[in-house]
């Protein structure tokens, strides 16, 4: 089949630049919103996912498994899993056990503040740094015991919806009626943690009135301990109730428990990417209806309908391939690494290859899926009716 | 064996529950080399007539050979095949492509053939020279008079050079001097090339360039072949 010059094409964008804009607008606002829809899903999916490390075990309440929150264990927990359990990492004799007390409390900056934002506070002692290796301290210092400092995330202030400044070393937070120092800055790149208040454990648990974990956390030795092990001593000791986890299989629990937003968002954004059809339908209909004769003229000289078709759908793709990689262009300016809050604390949105590649896919199917209908119909009337029309 | 024979050929359309015939049972020789002005009132069949020719519409019956070929039973694609090769349409509205340059538009048809860009060149520039416009290859139609544009036509028409040449009241739009001239060109190609050449009009003037004049009323031929110069007058439909 002998194609129509590729000129022809592109130069018809040219005829009513109104129209070709109205048409790259449609294409990009559609690539916009899936692109945003996408970094979001994957944003989320990532921070879950980089928050778990590979030789992590989380030992939960019996019970509690979807939630840390809700978990409780007995205080010396942590130390009879270290005293008991073999295949721990150890570093100088230090066992890679963590015990954390985690609660979502409201977060202020002045204490006169009614309401604030549910962030999680997490009560740690050193060998949190030892368990949680992404984590590292970028400004200031750890806790001192007894007296009401704070650690705070790299994206705190965004998931306060406060300016950085406001968190900043030597500034004042509240929560649960207490002032709380800042005294340090971490940072925790793609992981839950990140948006996320430490502080000394005993001090967390003094203020929320609790004797007993959130969870203890610990680092197995990939060549001395597996899983099994851990699960095995949580059978055991019934005294304890405990439940094991591997902490990648906690993340898949938590990712598979926001999966109904994520399909949602996409939803949305599909559905919005309906409209955009139906506008970009109407659109190219009225841009091929006016070019009937001009058509018919072409099947008159010998062209095939099936060249015409591919003509039509070449003029369409180029103008959807340039608003999609306006809105991948604006998409990567302005929300790659943007803040997101959710319950759990914050993530950045993510524009990587994937996410791009999704937008332009949309871009150009609309492009397609927007001309075909009109571009059938117009083809399909005989030839002496389209030289009429 | 004429270069065209149309045998018992007959158009039937439907429109709900009415059945238009704006073609009966059309017997029809046309030689090689013949100049054939197709006459009559509005709705007597001559478009109908110059679309089954070129190929762009089927008969509902009826035999219809060209230069042999028996057009009737092509297929779509193969229709449009033939259509590159064995046939030029002049429009009365011209029906350039707006977005083509004069020299693009005349080089469009031969898109279709497999020739070399320098080939393709020669022939539309020489195309080009041979209707006047060799200074008006890079205008487009906008930039161009009606005369000129419907020269544009006849260029495109001529290109691939096809042996049968179909016009639609190709000075239907145009103003009486530009019809003169185009007229004339349309003359003496069909002189000089030798293509055979049917056109359809509703002026007599423009018949009289004609070797014979054919009319047809409510889809049948009413009168005898008559030689282009001696053609009787007849008022526009």
């Known amino acids: 089949m002998k194609l129509l010059p590729f000129e022809y094409a592109v130069r018809n964008l040219g005829r009513n630049p109104l129209r070709t804009a109205l048409s790259v607008g449609g294409a990009s606002l559609v690539a916009f919103l899936v692109l945003g829809a996408a970094a979001f899903v994957t944003g989320m999916r990532q921070s879950l996912a980089v928050s778990a490390s590979p030789d992590n075990v989380i030992l939960l309440g019996t019970g509690s498994e979807e939630s840390i929150e809700r978990s409780q264990l007995a205080f010396r927990s942590a130390a009879v899993v270290a005293a008991s359990l073999r295949g721990i990492r150890r570093r100088l004799g230090v066992p890679y056990v963590s015990p954390e007390v985690h609660v979502a409390l409201s977060v202020t900056r002045t204490a006169s503040e009614q309401s604030g934002r549910l962030t999680v506070i997490r009560g740690v002692t050193s060998a949190a740094f030892l368990v949680h290796p992404a984590l590292e301290i970028v400004q200031g210092r750890v806790p001192v015991q007894g007296q009401n400092e704070v650690l705070v995330g790299e994206r705190l202030a965004d998931k306060l919806g406060l300016p950085p400044e406001d968190v900043a070393v030597g500034r004042t937070l509240h929560f649960d009626g207490q002032p709380w120092t800042v005294v340090g800055r971490f940072s925790a790149p793609g992981t839950v943690m990140n948006a996320e208040i430490w502080t000394a454990l005993t001090d967390l648990q003094v203020v929320t009135q609790r004797d007993t974990l959130s969870c203890v956390i610990l680092t197995l030795d990939p060549a001395q301990g597996e899983l099994a092990d851990v699960q095995a001593f949580a059978a055991q000791r019934l005294d304890l109730e405990l439940t094991a986890l591997a902490e990648a299989e906690y993340y898949a629990g938590l990712d598979a428990f926001y999966r109904p937003v994520r399909i949602l968002i996409m939803l949305t954004a599909g559905l919005i990417a309906l409209g955009g059809v139906l506008g970009g339908l109407n659109i190219a209909h009225a841009a091929f209806a006016s070019r009937a004769r001009e058509l018919g003229t072409l099947q008159v000289l010998g062209y095939l309908r099936g060249a015409i078709l591919v003509s039509l759908i070449q003029e369409s793709l180029i103008g959807h391939a340039a608003g999609a990689l306006v809105a991948c262009g604006l998409g990567y300016a302005l929300l790659d690494g943007l803040s997101v809050r959710f319950s759990m604390g914050a993530f950045g949105l993510v524009v990587d290859g994937a996410v791009v590649a999704t937008a332009l896919g949309a871009g150009l199917l609309l492009g397609v899926v927007g001309t075909l209908p009109p571009a059938f119909r117009l083809l399909s009337a005989e030839i002496p009716e389209s030289l009429r029309a | ?237």
């Not at chain 2, 779509?76 to 009365?92: C, E, I, K, M, P």
């Not at chain 2, 002026?203 to 005898?224: I, M, N, Q």
């Open chain 2, 1 to 237: 064996m004429s270069f065209v024979e149309c045998r018992a050929l007959e158009r039937t359309y439907t429109r709900g529950d009415n059945t238009i015939t704006p073609l009966r049972a059309l017997d029809l020789e046309i030689e090689q080399g013949t100049f054939l002005a197709l006459m009559g009132p509005s709705g007597s069949g001559k478009t109908t007539l110059l679309n089954l020719l070129a190929g762009i519409d089927r008969p509902s019956s009826g035999e219809l050979r060209i230069d042999g070929q028996e057009i009737t039973t092509l297929s779509r694609a193969a229709l449009a095949r033939w259509r590159s090769v064995a046939v030029g349409y002049v429009f009365q509205l011209y029906h350039l492509v707006p977005v083509l340059t004069a020299y693009e538009n005349v080089e469009l048809p031969l898109l279709l053939h497999d020739l070399s860009r320098k080939e393709r060149h020669r022939r539309t520039a020489l195309t080009l020279e041979l209707v006047g416009l060799a200074d008006r290859h890079d205008h487009y139609p906008r930039q161009l008079s009606g005369g000129q544009e419907q020269r544009v036509a006849i260029a495109r028409a001529l290109v691939t050079d096809p042996q049968l040449i179909l016009a639609d009241e190709p000075t239907g739009d145009l103003d009486a001097e530009a019809a003169k001239g185009i007229m004339t060109l349309l003359a003496a190609l069909h002189r000089d090339l030798g293509k055979t050449l049917v056109m359809v009009t509703h002026d007599p003037k423009t018949a009289t360039f004609a070797d014979l004049t054919l009319h047809l009323e409510k889809g049948r031929l009413v009168s005898p072949a008559t030689v282009g110069a001696d053609a009787p007058a007849e008022g526009g439909a």
